[in-house]
């Protein structure tokens, strides 16, 4: 029977274990704590510490499965994608590692074994790769490589081949650790003659296993120096190794790929592969068919957009969320110019995605439903523009064409980025599909325009400090000073374990244990001081680097030197922070109950001043749903329950039922569950328990927190929201900086508190009255409300706002003399109601109708009361929001009299 990938990946990890390796989980996809990376790209990630000294694990041998995405930064094969059959933008790596245990003779025997005795592929289309050396950089062949490879094996010798520093000697960066590799490459030929093809980029013969054996250091002076602990690193693509052990020569005829290619196949008439012939149609290699291209782009993409999204990766419009964005886009555009799909069909794959890989990476399986959410925005989105700008696009290459010209203005592409979302690689492969050429300098350049205007910068900063020791900060969870020893400092990028510092120097200085918190998880580093006899330094900020804190700051008094003993005190800003963190754990429980389990966690920003807290939801939550979130977490607070702080194996704490993870960052094998409420287990499936695995500070008990007060819900990027909200003494700040402008408010207004709001509406309607019906020269017009007629002519009922009795008086008489019968007029004059009666004396006498007895009728319905003459009279109120009513009134009154 056939292996699936599945078998494979499970039988390459057991192979591993079965030698004394410990499984350690894939990574996520977002390197939460390494700035200098876009996305994981390789195995290695996770281990890069340890590489660089400054980390240990409980383990020397590992074996993994890593989720790789290369599609930007130092490794981009996103231009292969689709074109060939064996590059993707997201992989699946395996690896085996020693982390100073064994080396060349292990990793190179225990391959060999694997790949031909365990899943038995044929020795003669193997090739192994050695390093030749580099007489240039005094860099000797790795003979020892060669000498093993035709010692432990039964390779064919001649299969043993060079390779240059290009492709045989691996560096993690400028400096740090390096070393030779031995890659293992498979002739996928008819009939066996690849030989020359090794190395040589031909699809036909390609690299399946990379085995990197640590041995340098490279310093900063560019020196190599042997290595105390030399480490192996191997990384083999599942997705190439399928391949190869399911007898077919592309990745898209395995397992992995067919099921997604069968389920685009439903959306258009498109086969694929159908026009090669072959009894294998998904078996097709180098097939230049665009549809068969577009098929593969689609696939490839979809497993991508799930896997990155499901770890918490964004599609946005900078850094990693933009590669993103632009991965989609170029999926989305493939799938409607040659695959004449219509509306969002990227979102119609991920549950197959989910299916082929749910079980083994369960995260794209619990975030499905954010996964789809989010993509079908997105492609929504994008579709109303696609369709725009490839209109734009093509009335610009017609114009290059007939004019003979072949290269698109850089503004073109730019034009196409700014206003239809155009990527310029995507614009750029459509312009090759043309036969023309983007001026990608102009672009560039319009580019640079556009961000030096928006300010926009990138991120990521490019440098990685080595030979960082590992530092015991287990203290930090306690807040009492702390006595430590000074090891170094780092300056300029680079640790140093000399010399000294004096008052006004920033440095970051690294002490041998610390109380402080460095940054992580969210939760910001702690602010405080190092005391010495006679010198002071002020530390900004804690970062963590590997498993090294550094502490950020000034010297202010006296001067430091390495070995110095310094007394560590935390500043208490850390209690705001620590009120905040568990107040955070309560809003994301909150979260969850007042709108449902869709909601998770998109990030966090825990500081001493306040907490903000980012969380996938599709619409703006509501007023009334806001407040229930806040009050169930302060019911929380109220009962004062108690915070507790378990540490367990990874697998026990996945088991707890409602635990939440912050994805994205690092768990080692031992894990630290927070759980507010209770700390027992059975008690654990109740979903009054908030249960999170965090490293940060935490308070004892919810008492603590005082009150959690949110001031904001805002939405940051598609499916996105952010609450902003304080607590304890921020709270308090908070409830008496909105008392004091309610103050000022209800002064301003000569209203009380309560009543604001109705003065407020009564003086915005005075004032759309006022604009309607400008007072010309003091004399305002009446509004009429209501007319009613009499044996002696019309009688008026209507308003004027703005004026005073004497104002409303004179339109009376206006009224009067253009030969109403009687005119009742009300108006909001500065907080208070007046109104005024005028009744002519032939309707008194016809009909006995009063102007006094008609405002006392009236009135009360504005709170006020008056009186006067039968032809005149007036009344003050002082509920001016009900002066329509009292208009009403009038009008029903006159009514009724003169009916
Ligand atoms: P290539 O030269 O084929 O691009 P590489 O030298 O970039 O490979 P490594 O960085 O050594 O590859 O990665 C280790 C292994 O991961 C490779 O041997 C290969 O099996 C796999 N791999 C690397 N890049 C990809 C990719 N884009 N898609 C699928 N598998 C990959
Ligand atoms: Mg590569």
Not at 67 to 91: P, S
Not at 115 to 144: H, I
Not at 560 to 573: F, M, N
Request: hydrophobic share 40%.
């Amino acid at each position: 029977m056939k292996r699936s990938c599945r078998d494979i990946r499970a039988e390459f990890i057991r192979f591993f274990e079965d030698r004394g390796h410990t499984f350690v989980p894939s990574g996520s996809l977002l390197p939460a704590d390494d700035p200098t990376l876009l996305f994981a790209n390789a195995g290695m990630n996770q281990f890069k510490e340890i590489f660089l000294g400054a980390a240990t694990r409980d383990y020397v041998r590992a074996v993994n499965t890593q989720k790789c995405i290369r599609a930007g930064g130092k490794h981009n094969d996103l231009e292969d994608v689709g074109q060939d059959t064996y590059h993707h933008t997201f992989f699946e790596m395996l690896g085996n590692w020693s982390f100073g245990d064994y080396f060349k003779t292990e990793a190179i025997a225990w391959a060999w074994e694997l790949l031909t005795d365990v899943w038995g592929l044929p020795k003669d289309r193997l090739y192994a790769t050695v390093f030749e050396g580099e007489a240039g950089e005094g860099l000797e062949a790795d003979a020892e490589a060669r000498g093993l490879w035709a010692r432990v094996t039964d390779i064919d010798p001649s299969h043993i081949i060079d390779g240059d520093k290009k492709d045989n000697f691996w560096e993690m960066g400028e400096t740090g650790p390096c070393g030779p590799c031995s890659e293992i490459h498979i002739d996928l030929t008819d009939d066996g003659s690849g030989a020359g093809l090794v190395n040589a980029g031909d699809a036909r013969v390609i690299e399946i296993w990379n085995l990197v054996f640590i041995q340098y250091n490279r310093g900063g002076d560019g020196k190599l120096t042997p290595l105390p602990d030399r480490h192996v690193d191997t990384g083999m693509g599942l997705e190439r190794i399928g391949m190869v052990i399911q007898g077919k020569k592309s990745n898209y005829a395995t397992d992995l790929f067919v099921p997604v290619i069968e389920k685009i196949e439903t959306l258009t008439d498109h086969r694929y592969g159908a026009s090669s012939g072959k009894s294998d149609r998904f078996d097709v290699t180098g097939s230049q068919d665009i549809r068969d291209v577009a098929c593969r782009v689609i696939a490839d993409h979809a497993r991508t957009l799930t896997f990155a999204m499901a770890d918490g990766i964004i599609p946005s419009n900078e850094g990693r969320g933009y590669v993103l964005r632009r991965i989609l886009r170029r999926a989305a555009r493939y799938g409607r110019q040659y695959l004449d799909i219509d509306g969002p069909f990227l979102v119609k794959l991920v549950p197959i995605v989910v299916d082929l890989m749910g079980d083994v990476f369960p995260e794209v399986a619990e975030r499905g439903r954010h996964v789809t959410d989010t993509i079908r925005e997105e492609e929504e989105s994008f579709g109303r523009t696609l369709d725009r700008g490839i209109e734009l696009f093509r009335r610009q290459a017609d114009e290059l064409k007939q004019t003979a010209r072949t290269v698109l203005p850089g503004g073109v592409a730019f034009d196409l980025y700014a206003t239809y979302g155009f990527p310029v690689d995507l614009t750029r492969i459509m312009a090759t599909e043309r036969g023309l050429t983007v001026d990608v300098d102009g672009y560039d350049a319009a580019m640079a325009r556009h961000r030096e205007l928006s300010g926009v910068e990138s991120r990521f900063k490019t440098e990685t400090i080595s030979g960082l020791p590992s530092v015991d900060d287990s203290a930090k969870y306690a807040r009492e000073a702390l006595e430590a020893t000074v090891l170094g400092w780092v300056e300029g990028g680079r640790y140093l374990t000399q010399g000294a510092l004096s008052t006004g120097d920033e440095a970051a200085v690294v002490l041998d244990r610390t109380n402080f918190y460095g940054e992580s998880g969210g939760q910001v580093g702690d602010a405080g001081h190092l005391l010495w006899e006679g010198g002071k330094l002020a530390v900004r900020d804690a970062q963590i680097a590997g498993d090294c804190v550094l502490h950020a700051g000034v010297v202010e008094d006296g001067s430091l030197k390495v070995g110095q003993a310094v007394r560590c005190e935390v500043d208490s800003s850390r209690l705001d922070t620590m009120r905040n963190h568990t107040a955070t754990h309560l809003l994301n429980w909150a979260l969850r109950e007042a709108l449902g389990d869709h909601v998770n966690q998109a990030g966090s920003e825990v500081g001493p001043e306040r907490l903000r807290f980012d969380f996938s939801h599709t619409r703006a939550v509501t007023p009334d749903e806001l407040a229930r979130v806040e009050r169930l977490a302060n019911e929380r607070i109220l009962a004062d329950e108690p915070v507790t702080v378990g540490i367990m194996p990874l697998e026990e704490a996945q088991k707890i039922e409602g635990v939440r993870a912050m994805f994205g960052e690092k768990y080692a094998g031992q894990v630290r569950v927070v759980s507010i409420g209770t700390d027992d287990p059975a008690a654990r499936a109740d979903r009054q328990c908030a249960i999170e695995l965090c490293a940060g500070t935490h308070m004892p008990r919810t008492g603590g927190i005082g009150l959690l007060k949110i001031l904001s819900e805002e939405s940051v990027a598609k499916g996105v929201r952010r609450i902003t909200a304080v607590t304890g003494a921020g709270a308090v700040a908070w409830a008496q900086q909105t008392e004091r402008l309610v103050k000022e408010v209800s002064a301003a207004l000569r209203t009380p508190p309560a009543r604001m709001a109705e003065r407020v509406a009564a003086m915005q309607k005075e004032m759309k009255q006022l604009r309607k019906h400008p007072a010309s020269g003091g004399a305002a017009d009446l509004a009429v409300a209501a007319e009613v007629d009499s044996p002696v002519g019309k009688v008026l009922v209507g308003r004027m706002d703005g004026g005073d009795a004497g104002a409303m008086r004179n339109l009376c008489d206006r009224r009067r003399r253009k030969g109403a019968a009687a005119v009742f007029v009300g108006g909001v004059c500065g907080e208070k109601v007046m109104l005024i009666a005028m009744v002519s004396r032939e309707l008194v006498d016809s009909t006995g109708v009063k102007a006094g007895d008609w405002v006392k009728a009236v009135a009360p319905v504005v709170g006020g009361g008056g009186g006067g003459k039968p032809t005149m009279a007036q009344a003050g109120g002082k509920d001016p929001a009900r002066l329509d009513e009292a208009l009403k009134a009038a009008s029903a009154w006159i009514g009724e009299k003169l009916a």
